[in-house]
T-cell receptor
Framework: QKEVEQDPGPLSVPEGAIVSLNCTYS??????FMWYRQYSRKGPELLMY????GNKEDGRFTAQVDKSSKYISLFIRDSQPSDSATYLC???????????FGEGTQLTVNP | NAGVMQNPRHLVRRRGQEARLRCSPM?????VYWYRQLPEEGLKFMVY????????ESGMPKERFSAEFPKEGPSILRIQQVVRGDSAAYFC??????????????FGEGSRLTVL
């Protein structure tokens, strides 16, 4: 069983839609949760970062963490064609030096 | 302010040859991480280095792979006697301190290795 499970998609939505991306995990030691965005043929860039259960909002993006269910989500409101990318969830332990990534969900927002 | 620089961006090798991938971290960053992305898979941690020290190499294959981050110059990921299964995108990331899991990692654009 993978430590982090993420539906690879692909996910295709019309412009303006609300997008929901999700990851589940099995390692209770994960305390830090991130979402990275990766455009085609580029490196990942950090989108959202949180270390506690609950919601964190940044513009059109909301990250949600439920540690009791070992479940994290990223919501994108009013999605734009420029949001078309692969979204990777990532998690880390307090004492570790590595991030464990999900497989990534490929999102296409159609104009 | 230059970001993380990786070269070469694309590298083609025949089976049995050696591949050397270079990474210059962001200015002021002394912590370097290497990740590998295989087709249809997520990023997998390989190694974490500070200047002249390997801190965590638990993700490195036991044979053929090595990494260094010398006092001067870029970090280098070296793959000896490459096989087709080594074909992947290799990403380098850097951070200003030991925040590899508690803060932001800055990634380069990757080096794509193709083994014929």
């Amino acid at each position: 069983q993978k430590e982090v499970e993420q539906d690879p998609g692909p996910l295709s939505v019309p412009e303006g839609a609300i997008v929901s991306l999700n990851c589940t995990y099995s390692n209770s030691a994960f305390q830090y949760f991130m979402w990275y965005r990766q455009y085609s043929r580029k490196g990942p860039e950090l989108l959202m970062y949180t270390y506690s259960s609950g919601n964190k909002e940044d513009g059109r993006f909301t990250a949600q963490v439920d540690k009791s269910s070992k479940y994290i989500s990223l919501f994108i409101r009013d999605s734009q064609p420029s949001d078309s990318a692969t979204y990777l969830c990532a998690m880390g332990e307090t004492s570790g030096s590595r991030l464990t990534f999900g497989e990534g969900t490929q999102l296409t927002v159609n104009p | 302010n230059a970001g993380v620089m990786q070269n070469p961006r694309h590298l083609v090798r025949r089976r049995g040859q050696e591949a050397r991938l270079r990474c210059s971290p962001m200015k002021g960053h002394s912590h370097v991480y290497w990740y590998r992305q295989l087709p249809e898979e997520g990023l997998k941690f390989m190694v974490y280095l500070q200047k002249e020290n390997i801190i965590d190499e638990s993700g490195m294959p036991k044979e053929r792979f090595s990494a260094e981050f010398p006092k001067e110059g870029p970090s280098i990921l070296r793959i000896q006697q490459v096989v087709r299964g080594d074909s992947a995108a290799y990403f380098c990331a850097s951070s200003p301190d030991a925040t590899g899991v508690t803060g932001e990692l800055f990634f380069g654009e990757g080096s794509r290795l193709t083994v014929l």
